[in-house]
């Protein structure tokens, strides 16, 4: 059988076709295990609760701000809580909120950042809505829960222990099935 190359082209778009399909479909996941392969974004798979350092009399304070966004074709409200001053090796928590505006149910998935960059391997999240899907239904409500930590090793880095102000921001997208 002689392939024409008509023929040659069509297969050749199908093949690139699926293969972007098939990055978007997997790049969170992707992204996820990159994170936690790397530390990258202050994700760890291997920081757990017992990780942070109950201590009170820490040295170095941090000004957080939060940061809540929603990307193109989510008709979702997402609201921040304020901003505060944390210590390291202390655990706190915090409460995002979003409420679906849309007549439909709509499943969002969150991504987060940190910075400046050079804190995320120091920023410990216990307790996280980020890479999950998050279901809502016309109108609910629903409160998604953070808790974090500054790692105190962060006392150890001559760059990062200097940063006094740091942002963790959250987008969540609309999940395509």
């Not at 008509?6 to 992204?31: A, N, R």
């Not at 629903?142 to 959250?170: G, H, M, Q």
């Amino acid at each position: 059988m002689i392939i024409t190359n008509k023929q040659k082209t069509i297969i050749f778009l199908s093949i690139i076709l699926i293969g972007m399909m098939s990055l978007v479909y997997f790049s969170v996941p992707l992204y996820k295990m990159f994170c936690q392969v790397t530390g990258f974004q202050g994700f760890n798979a291997t920081q757990t609760e017992n990780t942070y350092s109950s201590e009170t009399d820490s040295s170095l304070k941090f000004n957080i701000v939060f940061d809540a966004h929603v990307g193109d074709g989510l008709d979702w409200y997402f609201d921040a809580p304020e901003k505060m001053t944390i210590n390291e090796g202390k655990k706190y928590s915090v409460v995002f909120k979003a409420k679906n505006n849309s007549n439909v149910q709509i499943t969002g998935t969150s991504l987060f950042n940190v910075l400046p960059p050079k804190i995320g391997p120091y920023l410990a999240k216990i307790e996280c809505f980020c890479f999950l899907d998050q279901p809502l239904n016309p109108g609910e409500i629903a409160e998604f829960p953070v808790t974090f930590y500054i790692d105190p090793l962060i006392k150890d880095d001559p760059e990062a222990k200097n940063t006094r102000n740091v942002t963790l921001s959250y987008t969540f997208f609309r999940k395509i099935d």
